[in-house]
């Protein structure tokens, strides 16, 4: 797909403190019209169907619905929860989602991963299990999609590294990268969950309230920050590389 030559459609011409003043505190569904007025097209959604990424994908087909569907960019790490892919099913039946899967290159089941690259790699290079399951094939993604912008499901209140996130930026390859949650809290998300009856993973009322693979996800205890059981006791890791 060829990017827009269109100057508005250019992240690296956008204003973006002016962008981020204007909606700092504005509303997730104004945020994302902004997107899909501005961005027509090259837009894209990065979903891991944790809660606050159902939220974003109610918006945008249930209340946006623009013309082109925003494609929803999702990573088969081929390690995740089976709750998880349930929900991905149940999402696209629902929603009729333009739904993108990318996977690991040269492997399609986990037990094909185990042979290439050994059993547990997340044990003993955390940061190449991360590069195979989720960098490349999101970098991957977001290129062969033509995307010029993708959304995150981030908040700041998620974890302390978040905190100072703001709701426009550009990622290291100049696409404009958007957090419409970046000023929004876990509560006011689940409030919206349930006004509008969001699907939403089961694993999330078992104590998971930020779910990723199944080997590197814990619950979180009381007190703890949302993200405290994404990798547990891995030498105070936060992130899986993808947002830096």
Known sequence: ?????????????????????????????????????????????????????????????????PAQPVPVLFLETLHHF??????????????????KIYKIKGVKTRKAFEAKYGEALWEKDIDRFSQLTKIEPLQRGLKELGAIAWITGRRRDQASSRSDMPIFELDQQQRLKVNPLANWTRKETWAYVFEHDVIYNPLHDQGYPSIGDEPLTAPVREGEEERAGRWRDMGGKSECGIHF
């Open 1 to 65: 797909m060829t990017q827009s030559t269109d100057p508005l459609l250019q992240p690296t011409l956008l204003d973006l403190k002016k962008l981020n003043q204007k909606f700092e505190k504005a509303h997730p569904k104004d945020i994302l019209a902004w997107c899909v007025v501005n961005l027509p097209t090259g837009l894209v959604q990065a979903s891991a169907f944790n809660v606050d990424d159902m939220m974003i994908t109610d918006l945008l087909y249930r209340e946006l619905k």
């Open 82 to 99: 089976p709750q998880t892919l349930d929900l991905v099913a149940r999402a696209k039946g629902i929603y009729d989602l333009n739904l």
